[in-house]
Nanobody, 123 residues
Framework: QVQLAESGGGLVQTGGSLRLSCAAS????????MGWFRQAPGKEREFVAAISWRGGSTYYADSVKGRFTISGDKAKATVYLQMNSLKPEDTAVYYCNLGRIWTEVVSTGGDYWGQGTQVTVSS
């Protein structure tokens, strides 16, 4: 069974940067896309970014476009999220996600999720 291990969360001041990592282990065959979601207290889970291993195409939510960058290393089955110019409204638990194709991740999320890592941005 697929396991997703996340790291990189923490506390940062407004305007700072963090880099999240997510490494997949187990049977990842036939799963071509990974992405990130986040959920803040009192809010619904929202899509952040996704990447397709085939062609390296990416997609971003409007709220993070220009500030966040998703990238990955297929050989290591690892995806990254570089977060710059962080704002207090970025504070949330960030979840890594794995799906068959990137449209699946963008729409509802694939069927494998990480445990979540806390990102807190202070003013």
């Amino acid at each position: 069974q697929v396991q997703l291990a996340e790291s990189g969360g923490g506390l940062v001041q407004t305007g700072g940067s963090l880099r999240l990592s997510c490494a997949a282990s187990g049977r990842t065959f036939s799963r071509d896309a990974m992405g990130w979601f986040r959920q803040a207290p009192g809010k619904e889970r929202e899509f952040v970014a996704a990447i397709s291993w085939r062609g390296g195409s990416t997609y971003y939510a409007d709220s993070v476009k220009g500030r966040f960058t998703i990238s990955g290393d297929k050989a290591k089955a690892t995806v990254y999220l570089q977060m710059n110019s962080l704002k207090p409204e970025d504070t949330a638990v960030y979840y890594c996600n794995l799906g068959r194709i990137w449209t699946e991740v963008v729409s509802t999320g694939g069927d494998y999720w990480g445990q979540g890592t806390q990102v807190t941005v202070s003013s």
